[in-house]
């Protein structure tokens, strides 16, 4: 017979042929060996593990001798006890992590995303930064406290931060209801302790006056040292009023120079639409020399290895000029001018791209305005183009 010893051995779990529990020692963190006697005669061997989960002693099967041997039995016995001190559960419930949840969350959202959209990396960076201590937590155990110890640190001294933590945070929980994990959203109950705070207020960008866009384009062109099909992106961007991004993945199967117009792609569009830019006789000539610049590329505004200029291209020409706007202030400028110009709002909002925020309004305004935009879009050309 078998002696039974202190701790388990290989030859020990091999050879053991008397039914019972046999356990690893002191230092086994609850592993057990069970040996039994099935109705057909057989013996069979299978691995146990007792752990406390939340104050409860709880008996976790890790699996069939010899599939998992002692060594591999001892080392999910050591994960269990780490995940328990980590606030898990070794039972396999199938609730999921937050990080696991966030996961999900993003490839729910990926579909709705444009193509090459930095969202989900911006996502997960938000996850990793601001809401760490919730990451390995199971979502059905996290509270309200858990996510203000996120919240709070950063609330008044990092408001843009904070207001994205919480509204992506929130939407990880509002999965996990969609799902059945838990029956409520802990970011509702943790927002009524946060302060009010004014870094909270809607963002408003740094525009300049509409009557300085001009100077602010001759200083762009004399400035040195920087990449000029980055200067005649930001040049663009200026005269025709459109967004960033729209600007730097323009390609030169958009653009049709004979009808002055350039056709943004719905993929590129915040609205998700497709645009229809007239080209106003300022746009054509940096269009021009753009293309002379870059006579072989499909990109109207590569950069010096041929590939889309980094987001961050024209912002840094606008700093590099001593310009105090941010690129996105030139449809502020712009939109500023045509209130004082007499240009109609929904003219002047069509020239933003703006979709009217009435169902009704969308529903009847149906055309894009093409023509009165382009002789609003040639009258900015002519104030604004310098001389």
């Known amino acids: 017979m078998a002696k039974r010893p202190r701790t388990l ?36 061997k299978t691995w146990r593990q007792r752990v406390r989960i939340e104050g409860r002693l709880t008996s976790v099967g890790l699996g069939p001798y010899p599939e998992i041997t002692l060594a591999e039995a001892r080392r999910q016995a050591l994960d269990n006890s780490r995940a328990v001190r980590h606030g898990g559960d070794p039972r396999g419930r199938g609730v999921p992590t937050f990080a696991e949840a966030a996961r999900q969350t993003i490839e729910l959202h990926r579909d709705g995303w444009k193509a090459g959209s930095p969202l989900p990396l911006q996502w997960e960076s938000t996850f990793r930064l601001h809401a760490t201590p919730l990451l390995e937590m199971p979502v ?20 843009g931060a904070a207001r994205k933590a919480r509204n992506r945070i929130s939407a990880v929980f509002r999965w996990c209801m969609g799902n059945n994990l838990r029956p409520d959203n802990p970011v509702e109950r943790a927002a009524v302790a946060l302060p009010r705070a004014n870094g909270n207020a809607p963002r408003h960008y740094r525009a300049l006056p509409h009557r300085e866009v001009a100077a602010a384009l001759r200083a762009i062109r004399r400035a040195r040292y920087i990449h000029p099909s980055a200067v005649l992106c930001v040049e663009m961007i200026a005269l025709t009023v459109v967004r960033a991004g729209e600007a730097l993945g323009a390609r030169w199967d958009e653009i049709d120079v004979e009808a002055a117009r350039w056709t943004i792609p719905a993929s590129r569009m915040k609205a998700g639409r497709e645009f229809s830019v007239p080209l106003s006789t300022g746009a054509l000539d940096v269009l021009e020399r753009a293309r002379a610049l870059s006579p072989e590329s499909s990109l109207v505004f590569p950069s010096k290895t041929g590939d889309p200029l980094p987001r961050n291209a024209p912002g840094r020409v606008l700093q590099g000029a001593g310009v105090v706007s941010t690129v996105h202030g030139f449809r502020s400028s712009s939109r500023s001018w045509m209130a004082e110009s007499g240009v109609p709002a929904e003219v002047a909002e069509a020239c933003l791209a703006h979709v009217p925020r009435s169902k009704v309004v969308q529903a009847y305004q149906r055309s894009d305005l093409l023509e009165r935009r382009a002789k609003v879009m040639q009258a900015w050309s002519d104030y604004v183009t310098p001389r």
Do not use: M
């Not at 039914?19 to 013996?43: E, F, K, M, N, Q």
């Open 140 to 159: 059905d155990r996290i509270t309200s406290a858990d996510v203000l110890a996120c919240l709070a640190p950063i609330w008044n001294s990092k408001p």
């Open 9 to 44: 051995s290989a030859a020990f779990v091999r050879t053991i042929g008397r039914p019972g529990v046999y356990g690893d020692g002191r230092g086994g963190r609850g592993l057990s060996l069970r040996v039994h006697r099935t109705a057909a005669g057989r013996i069979s």
